[in-house]
């Protein structure tokens, strides 16, 4: 990180001057004048589901939402991460650069949700860009994209949104949240000409009735920026953590949808001209 002072001996009123000119050079040092400190649950390297290539991928500790469907319930609560220091992440990621740029990869924050620590996020993204020179994702539920600046979304090259119901009724269901500032934070990557990566999860019974999809599927072609849509077929790899945590898991008895069903499903954005996986 680049010193907040002149490296070169000044005098007193010289190196006061100097320090109130030069301003911050990292988003943390923006907001906090102090090194940036976050809750993480783990980082991980993975390819094909974190964004393009492989990637170092950060997970942060505490989300707003409570998804039935989450694999990862152990992360929801920020308390339980581990305090770390973006150094720490930095460091880290950075013994991988020159094999993630050789796999045409990058490094994305995801969580949890990452925008519930915007500045931590946002000092992650400047110096994997900056400092690593990595491609960046962001991967959110939007819900809390008020909370995203433009300077984070400037070092933000991909974002990862998932829109996980178009009914308003299903949506609050699935998350106990409110579908309206999603769409909202993503009218607004679209102005900014940011490009998205839709993820929708398919569950039977829950969020694959047609006019829920197709929902989804005109919001996203109407934007002109979503250049990919993930359909992702709803599993139960994550129930073992929910009993793990004395939480009753309400999808038990849903069934995984079939290759057909996803199938079709990834057909209603298909139609609307979207690329769909």
């Known amino acids: 990180m680049t010193a907040l002072r002149p490296s070169a001996p000044a005098s007193p009123a010289r190196a006061g001057t100097a320090a109130a000119t030069a301003g911050p050079c990292t988003p943390a040092a923006a907001a906090t004048r102090r090194p940036a400190v976050g809750s993480v649950h783990s980082w991980d390297l993975s390819t094909g ?51 993630i740029a050789a796999a045409g990869g990058g490094a994305t924050v995801s969580g949890g949700e990452p925008l519930l620590q915007p500045v931590f996020t946002g000092e992650l993204l400047h110096r994997f860009k900056h400092e690593l020179g990595l491609h960046t994702a962001l991967d959110t539920s939007g819900y809390l994209g008020v909370r995203a600046t433009d300077a984070l979304l400037r070092d933000t090259d991909l974002v990862l949104l998932d829109i996980k119901s178009w009914d308003r009724a299903t949506y609050r269901k699935v998350t106990g949240r409110p579908l309206e500032p999603t769409l909202d934070f993503a009218r607004r990557l679209a102005d ?39 359909v992702l077929p709803f599993h139960k790899l994550g129930e073992a953590k929910w009993q793990a945590l004395g939480r009753p898991f309400a999808l038990h008895d849903t069934p995984c949808p079939t290759p057909e069903q996803t199938a079709l499903a990834r057909g209603f954005f298909s139609a609307h001209g979207l690329y769909a996986v």
Do not use: Q
């Open 49 to 99: 589901v974190d964004g393009p290539g492989t990637r170092f991928v950060t997970f942060l500790s505490g989300c707003p939402l409570t998804c039935l469907y989450c694999h990862n319930p152990d992360t929801w609560r920020m308390h339980d991460g581990k305090r770390t220091t973006a150094d720490e992440i930095v460091a880290e990621a950075g013994k991988y650069t020159r094999f």
């Open 192 to 230: 900014l000409g940011k490009e998205v990566h839709v993820r929708f999860v398919l569950v039977p019974g829950l969020t694959d009735d047609p006019a829920n999809i197709e929902g989804v599927a005109a919001f996203a072609a109407s934007l002109g920026n979503v250049t990919r849509v993930d």
